[in-house]
Nanobody, 121 residues
């Protein structure tokens, strides 16, 4: 019913920048919130940043001041601008969205397939 497609991952040197994008498509009535999670090898998936429909944002302490989440409501797309990247930011980054489905008006969480971010020292 809903698909999330991420892009923008890759390999970057420490101190560099990357911008992730996630576009939602399908039977969408509205998107209440969108966010980015990450999972490093051997670790649990953790919240990186989130943004709700009103524009309020929330960040993990480890990325505050370095990452910025933004959203284009017209395009159902969320972005994550990552600056001053560190080796410890290396992980698979997943997009997440809380979507109200157009056909049923029920809400569900959806996940993207993940995109690899690797930061070399």
């Amino acid at each position: 019913q809903v698909q999330l497609v991420e892009s923008g991952g890759g390999l970057v040197q420490a101190g560099g920048s990357l911008r992730l994008s996630c576009a939602a498509s399908g039977s969408i009535f509205s998107i209440n919130a969108m966010g980015w999670y990450r999972q490093a090898p051997g670790k649990q998936r953790e919240l990186v940043a989130a943004i709700i429909s009103g524009g309020s944002t929330n960040y993990a302490d480890s990325v505050k001041g370095r990452f910025t989440i933004s959203r284009d409501n017209a395009k159902n797309t969320v972005y994550l601008q990552m600056n001053s990247l560190r080796p410890e930011d290396t992980a698979v980054y997943y997009c997440n969205a809380l979507v109200r489905i157009a056909t049923t008006l029920s809400t569900s969480y959806y996940w993207g397939q993940g995109t690899q971010v690797t930061v070399s020292s």
